[in-house]
């Protein structure tokens, strides 16, 4: 099978400029084939940044789209990151210049220090909806124990001095088939998360 599937919570209101969590990662993960990750997101499929992790190891990305053309796209690994860490993630975008930015534990890494999106940028605004996602890309056989986001804190503003924190009633939260007509997901992708937590999202994923 083709996995490729989701749990997404995503903010009612396009009210943001960024998102703030602590991700508490799995203590047990075994990758098959494929990737599992847990991101945050600005817009609803705009700018994703956050980590995975395969039998490479664990990884940060910041990636960007719009429509069909992903403008820019960057995974490497990370190796000072481990199972049961817990990272602090910060994502922001800044509509004036177009760029985004991915905090890790308080600093960007280089390929996630104020990336300019390109014409994703066709697709935001000053704010936007923001949303947190934990995912599965692989044959089936990928698992993990619990994955949790915590503290997770709503910048409301464009300098960084204001935020609030993202409670239940500000959004909601559903299983997502990532399918496109060159790569078919097979229906149940999303079927296999067991989800504990709405907002701030905690899940765990078991083999198809």
Known sequence: ???HGAV?????????????????????INAVNGYVDWYLGIGDAAIESGISYSYEGFKVFLGSSYGDVS?????HPV???AKGQTVDLKLVYDYATNRATLYVNGSPLPWTN???VGTTKNLLSTHNKVKMIHGVQDQGGSSYSQ???????????TAGAIYNTWTDNLSSTSRVVVSTKEH????TSADKFTIYNFAPLITKLDPA
């Open 147 to 157: 994955a949790s986001f915590s503290q997770t804190q709503l910048r409301m503003d």
């Open 114 to 116: 104020n990336v300019n």
């Open 79 to 81: 190796a000072s990151l």
């Open 8 to 28: 997404r919570t995503i903010t009612n209101s396009a009210s943001y400029t960024g998102v703030t969590t602590k991700l508490i990662l799995p203590t047990t």
């Open 1 to 3: 099978m083709n996995r």
């Open 184 to 187: 078919p997901a097979d229906p």
């Open 71 to 75: 403008t820019y796209n960057e995974s």
